[in-house]
């Protein structure tokens, strides 16, 4: 069956699950930039994207901003919830959908889509409910492995690049 949304958690997937502090009590989060490039072949192959997270800071938003992703669901308690009703209004079945997650808030929402995966550093036991367990750690291009997997599973890995390659041409 053909992937038509990918929905991916934050911390512990784009971040290396870390909350670090500075001196005045600010959060800060590190991203890697590799991840970027994940959201770049979905756009690119016109497969919308969606954050679920149960963390709601301007961290995320800020990210979500720079990357142009619209489909942003930040304090999220029930995350299966969440994506069904997200299936609803597009008009598809979880079985479309591809998830990337790693800890027990996103159990229920792994074992329910057509695809899934954790990072290389989630808890074993969350292999019960994921389809895959990736060769990266969150905060270490997870994303990325992740998006590419799933292009190749679906003969289009070659495709997206193309598509990379060609944008490119044009802006030089």
Do not use: H
């Not at 001196?23 to 497969?47: M, W, Y």
Request: aromatic fraction near 8%; glycine fraction near 10%; charged fraction near 25%.
């Amino acid at each position: 069956m053909k992937i038509k949304l990918v929905l991916t958690d934050i911390d512990g997937v784009w971040t290396d699950g870390g909350m670090y502090y500075d001196q005045s009590g600010n959060e800060l989060k590190k991203f890697n930039t590799s991840d970027s490039a994940g959201v770049l072949f979905l756009r690119l192959l016109g497969i919308p994207l969606g954050i679920i997270t149960g963390e709601n800071t301007q961290i995320v938003q800020a990210r979500a901003d720079k990357l142009k992703i619209e489909r942003l669901y930040m304090g999220v308690r029930n995350k299966l919830e969440t994506a069904e009703r997200i299936c609803s209004e597009m008009n598809i079945s979880l079985q479309e959908v591809a998830y990337i997650g790693d800890d027990l808030n996103d159990a229920l929402l792994l074992k329910a889509v057509g695809f899934s995966a954790v990072p290389a550093n989630a808890p074993a036991y969350m292999l019960r409910y994921a389809g895959l367990r990736l060769g990266r750690r969150g905060g270490d291009g997870a994303f990325r492995e992740f998006v590419e997997i799933l292009l190749q599973k679906e003969n289009m890995l070659d495709t997206a690049i193309e598509k990379y390659l060609e944008a490119t041409r044009q802006i030089i």
